[in-house]
């Protein structure tokens, strides 16, 4: 048994049905479809708390602290572009223990693009990433979740595995930190009800640049901590359900 889950059966059967299906299932995170996709373990108990479109400055800082705290280890999908100007930082991601992933470079909608140019976009940011931290990159998250077979076969000759999530907290929003704990908070408890582990999707960047507000996901994220403290919730990185 694999302990990836697989998309529901009724899925598979709307995916065959035409395009129409196909480009949905392109956008939908946990689709299976054009390829292997890592979502979650089958332990209801493990949550991955991943963050995407950073490094970015205070929020990252902040979270770095929030997350040493409580002992907890986080998923970072990072942009290349942000990582180049910011390599200190990066380093100080991966050298707290968490596990850093590629976001492509620049951040387009990978599904629009041509093969050559998702190629340059995954081996540009897993560079930057690699010079940064001085080891090789094995996740990646398509922005906006799209992706297209061309862009898991790319990835996989790049030696990357592709990343979804099956919780959205909705944080690119603004947000307030009560609101992105109740969206966690539900998305946490739909999934042990469905007897699955949580993938959180959050952000402690933004993809129109270094410098975007994004305190109230630290603030979750520290409440979010708190809840759990005394629970049989562990916290795990994407890395641990592969
Ligand atoms: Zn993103």
């Given at each position: 048994?694999?302990?990836?889950?697989?998309?529901?059966?009724?899925?598979?059967?709307?995916?065959?049905a035409?395009?129409?299906?196909?480009?949905?299932?392109?956008?939908?995170?946990?689709?299976?479809?054009?390829?292997?996709?890592?979502?979650a373990?089958?332990?209801p108990?493990?949550?991955?708390?991943?963050y995407?479109?950073?490094?970015?400055?205070?929020?990252?800082?902040?979270?770095?602290?929030?997350?040493?705290?409580?002992?907890?280890?986080?998923t970072?999908?990072?942009?290349?572009?942000?990582?180049?100007?910011?390599?200190?930082?990066?380093?100080?991601?991966?050298?707290?223990?968490?596990?850093?992933?590629?976001?492509?470079?620049t951040?387009?909608?990978?599904?629009?693009?041509?093969?050559?140019?998702?190629?340059?976009?995954?081996?540009?940011?897993?560079?930057?990433?690699?010079?940064?931290?001085?080891?090789?990159?094995?996740y990646?998250?398509?922005?906006?979740?799209?992706?297209?077979?061309?862009?898991?076969?790319?990835?996989?000759?790049?030696?990357?595995?592709a990343?979804?999530?099956?919780?959205t907290?909705?944080?690119?929003n603004?947000?307030?930190?009560?609101?992105?704990?109740?969206?966690?908070?539900?998305?946490?408890?739909?999934?042990?009800?469905?007897?699955?582990?949580?993938?959180?999707?959050?952000?402690?960047?933004?993809?129109?640049?270094?410098?975007?507000?994004?305190?109230?996901?630290?603030?979750?994220?520290?409440?979010?901590?708190?809840?759990?403290?005394?629970?049989?919730?562990?916290?795990?990185?994407?890395?641990?359900?592969d």
């Amino acid at each position: 048994m694999t302990p990836i889950q697989l998309a529901a059966g009724t899925v598979l059967t709307t995916a065959v049905a035409g395009s129409g299906a196909a480009a949905y299932a392109a956008l939908w995170p946990q689709s299976q479809i054009f390829g292997r996709v890592l979502v979650a373990g089958s332990n209801p108990n493990e949550i991955a708390l991943t963050y995407d479109d950073g490094p970015n400055d205070e929020a990252t800082e902040r979270l770095l602290e929030v997350l040493a705290r409580r002992g907890v280890h986080a998923t970072f999908f990072l942009i290349g572009s942000f990582v180049r100007q910011r390599s200190g930082l990066v380093r100080s991601i991966a050298s707290a223990g968490h596990l850093v992933g590629n976001h492509t470079m620049t951040h387009p909608w990978l599904s629009l693009q041509s093969s050559r140019r998702i190629r340059e976009e995954l081996a540009g940011c897993n560079t930057a990433l690699e010079d940064a931290i001085g080891s090789p990159v094995r996740y990646f998250r398509p922005p906006h979740g799209a992706r297209r077979p061309a862009v898991l076969r790319i990835a996989r000759e790049l030696g990357l595995t592709a990343v979804q999530w099956n919780i959205t907290a909705f944080d690119w929003n603004p947000l307030s930190a009560e609101e992105i704990l109740s969206n966690v908070t539900k998305g946490i408890e739909r999934n042990q009800r469905r007897r699955r582990g949580s993938n959180v999707l959050m952000h402690d960047g933004g993809h129109l640049g270094i410098g975007q507000p994004r305190l109230p996901t630290i603030e979750a994220t520290s409440r979010l901590l708190e809840q759990y403290e005394a629970s049989r919730m562990k916290f795990v990185t994407v890395a641990e359900w592969d």
